[in-house]
């Protein structure tokens, strides 16, 4: 990106023809996820805050103590829930981008399945072992620290994926050779492998900020209504109170912080090139020492992840007299009193649809970004900055911009089958972005020149340097969006949808009904939305291209 | 090399085409739209026959829950989604009917209703059910620790419930508000902040929505796993306890304390600017029909709207209706709801 390669004499015909179609190309690119985020996010999100500014005087709200005090416990549990995540999921991800463990790619799919779980059924499992006579003995509940493990819990995957992608491709031998020349294990990790990772690193931290930045049902059901972050406060005025002024003074707000962290974020990546790609082979773990690693990370793997996870799997199975299939059958026949509108396995479906088409969608707008942006121009901070508003955003903005601004002839997408997955994929795209950019900016210029110099035309370029090395990260953010696809909650309840629930809408309702039968069944349903989430991502993750090399 | 331009291509253009083309969402005049909330719910075959005589195809758009319908409908004033919103209840008629969501109609029938349902339609929408918020108790828990349940709301200071109840947040939830208003009909506009703050120190747990309240907290509705056996719900919890029982009980788990019992009503209206208002019209006048509010208990635990409908075993056997509930003025939930949520926030939260 910054240290070009030394300069190539290069026929002077091919040298013309380049950089206009090369120009030509990249204005294509640009325009797909431009487009995009203009119409589903920009135009929307944009109408519902000018009428929020248009409806009064919104600046005596910041000054108001309650949402001074909203505003800082946002900014400091985000801010310790991201460092907690990335020191205790950093050795996770070196764990399985290095060493082959027997059940590798089970334990890579299952660190996501938290992510697709609804909070109302996270706050159920975590409230079995952290509640008033939990399971663990200690009673977190209602507390800042219940907040804190389960921020953990959901975004541990999201530093496995993120840096374990980059991880995997790093070069072994670099390291290996500081060894040889003396320097201890640690030294070599700081001074070789740590600088290589750090825009991986510094991209999954954002967006697990982001995340916890933005969390709203994990801190209202396990912290209880004293705790609200600033997303809670948007919910709460723009769905409740109908106050879109107050909601639009806040999201700007989000909007700020989205701009503050982008900015943290370029300072901590620096602009220094990531070390050379390879594709090392996983290995066996050897010596004592890396045994002892590998067991601490799958201690933390079970207690942190697996358990709480278990728990849902046994309620489904425990009915009033032992372990039975009871809550199962129910799902499987809708008699007239369901809860549900239609039978269960059709919310399986229409949820898998939504998920393929999101997932699409998220690839496909974010390559074209990260493509745009892999290549610093003037306008990569502005693009950028566009690119993670999404996630900074509450998804009722959205959902509620979709409302009033697609709503005209020829752009009258209110109850288009469409606006549910394009709405997801929003959340996506970044994560997209962040996956496959630091890969694309570590690739050398030299492989691309020279097989430009050797007559390939830039897409084949592309093609042929560009997309093998990409592909491991890609699979992992595609996985990564089918996930938020397949968990998502709220925007999809936001939009006014005709055909049957998602699986997490038909979980709320479940559970919004008394009896046993409908919370046997909501937890049914979450275990059929692990299963769905881990056997796709394996599915995923055992894709590759034909010219992708290494092994996944 | 042509293979990937073309996939590439091929691949944007799918891409784009698929986002930005819309579908047919015109409604003719034999498809008519009910915009509602997640938890509607009616038989399949009382649908059908609706569809069957009136020649309509009824197309059922469900987002979010009765908060979050109404402010969708008054942000799409004029330009509605479909032609009859049902859904909106006594809490929240008057942002829907002053910003002017509904044209006036009256459902055939409507006019024969009690006035305690129609105060406040003021001709632009029509009571299809109702329900009460209460206390929930678990019978057996009390019988246990030789107990009886409380009673009222005054009870639920006593030292015996210390600890004991769990309550909805009314800024997020629907109960958690008419339960907030309950103390209000109760105490007065003066003293029922002085109530709250006594409850509080009694160890009434506030959280957010009903779900964890009644699933995880309430001792019935968590099959045990909670430790509260006093719950705010709703007058129909019981029967849909025994409904959705894994084996029929000979009686219901949980009682209601009548005494604590606020009534809010559900009312569905004809949508102004609807493409189809003719069949709109015939969708709100089988809402009121026979057949549908029969459906209306066991479909969504509330109980129906016209009074000589015959009601299903479960909810004469178990449910109980106070002869007198807690109600308040249309008009004066209006001008206060806001206030009052505030304050509540700022006496009991912070």
């Known amino acids: ?108 799919a299952l660190v996501i399945v938290p992510f697709v779980l609804p909070t109302v059924v996270v706050g159920a499992a975590f409230l079995a072992l952290i509640g008033p006579d939990g399971l663990l003995g200690v009673e977190l509940d209602r507390t800042v620290w219940a907040i804190l493990a389960a921020h953990v819990f959901f975004n541990y995957a999201v530093v496995v994926r993120l840096v374990g992608g980059v991880w995997a491709q790093l070069d072994r031998r670099q390291e290996e050779a500081a060894r040889v020349l003396g320097a201890s294990r640690l030294a070599a990790f700081r001074r070789v492998t740590l600088p290589a990772l750090r825009p991986a690193i510094a991209a999954a931290a954002s967006v697990v900020f982001l995340f916890t930045f933005t969390s709203f049902g994990i801190v209202q059901i396990l912290g209880g209504p004293e705790y609200a972050t600033l997303e809670v406060e948007i919910y709460r005025r723009t769905v409740y109170q109908l106050d879109l002024s107050g909601a639009a003074v806040l999201s700007l707000v989000q909007f700020a912080a989205v701009a503050v962290l982008l900015a943290v974020d370029g300072l901590l990546t620096g602009r220094r090139r990531a070390a050379r790609l390879a594709e090392p082979t996983p290995r066996p773990p050897r010596g004592w020492g890396e045994w002892t690693f590998v067991g601490i990370n799958l201690v933390v793997l079970v207690g942190l992840l697996l358990i709480p996870l278990a728990v849902l799997v046994e309620r489904s199975f425990a009915t009033a007299d032992g372990y039975g299939l009871t809550y199962w059958r129910a799902l499987g026949h809708a008699d007239a009193s369901s809860a549900l509108p239609v039978p269960a396995w059709e919310t399986v479906l229409t949820s898998l649809r939504y998920a393929v088409a999101a997932t699409v969608i998220a690839v496909v707008v974010g390559v074209c970004a990260a493509v745009v942006l892999a290549r610093p121009g003037r306008l990569t901070g502005p693009f950028g900055l566009l690119l993670m508003l999404p996630l900074g955003t509450s998804a009722v903005t959205v959902g509620f911009g979709f409302l009033i601004a697609l709503d005209e002839p020829p752009l009258d997408l209110r109850d288009s089958a469409l606006l549910v997955p394009c709405a997801q994929a929003l959340v996506a795209v970044p994560f997209v972005v962040r996956a496959v950019l630091p890969v694309l900016r570590a690739i050398d210029d030299r492989l691309r020149e020279a097989a430009a110099v050797l007559g390939a035309p830039p897409l084949q370029v592309w093609w042929r340097v560009d997309a093998p090395l990409i592909w491991r990260p890609l699979a992992a953010a595609a996985g990564f969006a089918f996930a938020i696809s397949l968990g998502e909650f709220g925007a999809t309840v936001f939009i006014a949808r005709g055909d049957s629930p998602t699986i997490p809408v038909a979980i709320s309702q479940l559970l919004g009904r008394p009896g046993a039968i409908n919370s046997g069944q909501a937890m049914a349903l979450a275990t059929i939305l692990m299963v769905v989430c881990a056997a796709t991502l394996i599915t995923l993750d055992r894709l590759r291209p034909s010219n992708a090399g290494g092994e996944l | 090399m042509r293979t990937p331009r073309l996939l590439a291509v091929g691949v944007l253009l799918a891409a784009l085409g698929a986002c930005s083309s819309s579908e047919d969402g015109k409604s003719d005049s034999k498809t008519v739209t009910l915009v509602t909330h997640e938890s509607f719910a009616v038989s399949e075959n009382v649908l059908k026959d609706f569809q069957k005589q009136s020649g309509l195809t009824v197309k059922v758009l469900r987002s979010g829950d009765a908060g979050a319908l109404v402010n969708k409908a008054v942000l799409s004033k004029g330009n509605p989604q479909g032609d009859v919103l049902f859904g909106v209840d006594s809490t929240f008629l008057s942002r829907a009917v002053d910003a002017g969501v509904f044209t006036s109609y009256t459902a055939k029938g409507g006019d024969a209703l009690p006035s305690a349902l129609t105060q406040g339609t003021d001709g632009k929408a029509t009571p299809v059910d109702f329900g009460d918020v209460c206390v929930n108790y678990d019978k057996a828990w009390f019988a246990g620790k030789k107990v009886a349940p409380p009673t009222s709301y005054a009870d639920l200071l006593k030292p015996e419930y210390k600890n004991l109840l769990v309550v909805e947040n009314p800024a997020t939830s629907s109960p958690g508000l008419a339960f907030l208003l309950g103390s209000v009909a109760t105490y007065g506009e003066d003293g029922w902040k002085d109530y709250w703050a006594k409850l509080k120190a009694n160890g009434a747990l506030v959280v957010d929505g009903w779900e964890e309240a ?22 129909s919890s019981p029967p849909a306890e025994v409904v959705y029982a894994e084996k029929k009980p000979a009686d219901a788990p949980s009682g209601v304390v009548t005494d604590t019992c606020f009534r809010q009503v559900e009312y569905a209206g004809l949508l102004d600017g609807a493409e189809n208002p003719g069949g709109g019209k015939k969708l709100l006048d089988f809402l009121l029909s026979p057949t549908f509010q029969k459906d209306v208990p066991l479909q969504m635990f509330v109980w129906p709207a016209v009074t000589d409908t015959p009601l299903p075993p479960e909810f004469t056997k178990y449910a109980a209706l106070p002869a007198k509930p807690l109600t308040l003025p249309a008009d004066q939930i209006t001008k206060n709801r806001e206030a009052w949520i505030d304050e509540w926030t700022n006496a009991v939260l912070r």
């Open chain 1, 1 to 108: 990106m910054d240290e070009r390669g030394p300069a190539l004499t290069v026929p002077s015909a091919g040298r013309l023809r380049r950089p206009a179609s090369v120009r030509w190309g990249r204005g294509v690119l640009a325009f797909v996820p431009l487009s995009f985020l203009a119409l589903f996010f920009a135009y929307p999100v944009a109408s519902l805050l000018g009428i929020g500014f248009g409806e009064g005087s919104p600046g005596k709200l910041l000054a108001s103590p309650g949402v001074r005090h909203v505003l800082w416990f946002t900014v400091w549990q985000a801010v310790a829930s991201t460092v907690l995540t990335v020191l205790i999921a950093l050795p996770g991800a070196a764990m399985l981008a290095r060493y082959r463990l027997p059940g590798r790619a089970l334990l890579k």
């Open chain 2, 214 to 235: 009644y699933q995880q907290r309430f001792t019935v509705g968590s099959q045990g796993k909670g430790d509260r056996p006093l719950v705010v719900s709703y007058a």
